[in-house]
């Protein structure tokens, strides 16, 4: 989770390891954040994790979501929220933002063997 303070205003990214985060999760995400952040100023995001459980029932098609294991999930992330907004008073770090275009790249894609035309 990031916690970023900015005019006045809170704004929270809360990342997961999982494919999906689905409708429950997404939900009650939002909910265990209301008393502290505007829902307007929450982003959830997945990094797209493919071994990780199922996690919407309405993706069946992507395995079987256990609603035990749900309910898990937004009860450890309920309980890291609730701990990020109590620490609040120690600055733990900044973030410095910048636009350009960066001198540097890396392509870590493998490039494809194309045959020359005969």
Do not use: W
């Not at 009650?28 to 929450?42: A, E, L, Q």
Request: aromatic share 8%.
């Amino acid at each position: 989770m990031l916690l970023i303070e900015d005019d006045c205003e809170l704004r929270l990214l809360v990342t997961l390891d999982l494919v999906y985060v689905g409708e429950y999760l997404t939900n009650g995400i939002r909910g265990s954040v209301m008393r502290y952040v505007s829902s307007d100023n929450v982003r959830i995001s997945v990094s797209h994790l493919h071994s990780a459980p199922a996690t919407d029932v309405n993706k069946p098609e992507l395995g079987v979501a256990s609603n035990l294991y749900l309910e898990s999930i937004l009860r450890l992330i309920s309980s890291a929220i609730d701990n990020l907004f109590r620490s609040m008073t120690k600055q733990v770090g900044y973030i410095v933002y910048r636009e350009g275009i960066a001198s540097y790249t890396i392509n870590r894609r493998k490039r494809r063997f194309v045959s020359p035309p005969a």
